[in-house]
């Protein structure tokens, strides 16, 4: 069965600090890799997205990077954290191939990330 | 208007109770949607799926889709206080291309007390 890992799970980083956020997926091949982030309120923002190695797609505009450096590994960075930047940050994985049920994601626990 | 809309609730009810929590969608090309549930400090998990109209049913949870009304819905029999989770919706068009844009609902805060 698949597995998708996130860590860490929560962090405390001060303004202008750099961040790494790292997720691997086990027991599938080229999988469709996603960051997403959850503020209060404010419902799922999709960030960035992969079909494959070396291959990002950026959604919105912002202070972050992610990086697909193995087939199942997703990499979300800042080289310097905004205030803004706070929030829930959540790794997920759909199947390359989609049958019946389309394009389901998977997510990972989350990490909870405040910046001071 | 947004793509889909989600009554954020909060929703509560007492153990036993029929909870019924709803989507509605503006984009007819539709044809996936999915339920998720997200326990506090948790990632969600994929709860169920349906595809096109109809109806799902998975144990104490049946999924409802209208695809003529641009509603779905999720529906709990027998509420439990371990149901107490925040539910989101999700719904996407896109089967035939690589990578198909999911589109969520804030999510409904439901509380199940015993």
């Known amino acids: 069965s698949q597995t998708i890992h996130q860590w860490p799970a929560t962090l405390v980083q001060p303004v202008g600090s750099p961040l790494s956020l790292e997720c691997t997926v086990e027991?599938?091949?080229?999988?469709?890799l996603y960051w997403y982030r959850q503020a209060a309120g404010r419902g799922l923002q999709l960030l960035f997205y992969?079909?494959?190695?070396?291959?990002i797609s950026s959604e919105v505009p912002q202070n972050l990077s992610a990086s697909r450096p193995q087939d199942r590994q997703f990499i979300l960075s800042s080289k310097k954290l905004l205030l803004s930047d706070s929030g829930f940050y959540l790794c997920?994985?759909?199947?390359?191939?989609?049958?019946?049920?389309?394009?389901?994601?998977?997510f990972g626990e989350g990490s909870w990330l405040t910046v001071v | 208007q947004k793509e889909v809309e989600q009554d954020p609730g909060p929703l509560s009810v007492p153990e036993g109770a029929i909870v019924s929590l709803n989507c509605t969608y503006s984009?007819?090309?539709?044809?996936?949607f999915m339920w998720y549930r997200q326990y506090s400090r948790k990632g969600p998990e994929l709860l169920m799926y349906?595809?096109?109209?109809g109806n799902k049913e998975d144990g104490r949870f049946t999924a409802q889709v209208d695809k003529s009304s641009k509603y779905i819905s999720l529906f709990i029999r027998d509420s439990q206080p371990s149901d107490s989770a925040t539910y989101l919706c999700?719904?996407?068009?896109?089967?035939?291309?690589?990578?198909?844009?999911?589109?969520f609902g804030r999510g409904t805060q439901l509380t199940v007390w015993p």
């Open positions: 999700a719904m996407s068009a896109d089967r035939g291309s690589t990578l198909g844009r999911l589109y």
């Open positions: 349906t595809y096109s109209s």
């Open positions: 984009n007819s090309a539709f044809q996936y």
């Open positions: 027991g599938t091949s080229n999988p469709n």
């Open positions: 992969s079909v494959g190695i070396g291959q």
């Open positions: 997920a994985w759909s199947p390359a191939q989609r049958g019946f049920s389309g394009n389901t994601i998977y």
